[in-house]
């Protein structure tokens, strides 16, 4: 049976455009203990906006 990594949860990046898109990705506690915030691409706004950590 898989272990579940508590040091890497995975987490909901949520478009900031407001089209609801949203990546899902892991991160480490460790070295980002805020809420993670990554531009990346919005397929349905078809440009590089900002995605913030959901929980």
Do not use: C, W
């Not at 049976?1 to 898109?21: C, D, F, Q, V, W």
């Amino acid at each position: 049976m898989a272990k579940r990594n508590e040091l890497r949860p995975i987490i909901k990046m949520r478009s900031s455009a407001g089209t609801g898109y949203a990546y899902v990705t892991r991160k480490n506690r460790r070295n980002d203990p805020d809420r993670l915030v990554l531009r990346k691409f919005d397929p349905i706004a078809r440009q590089h906006v900002e995605f913030k950590e959901a929980r």
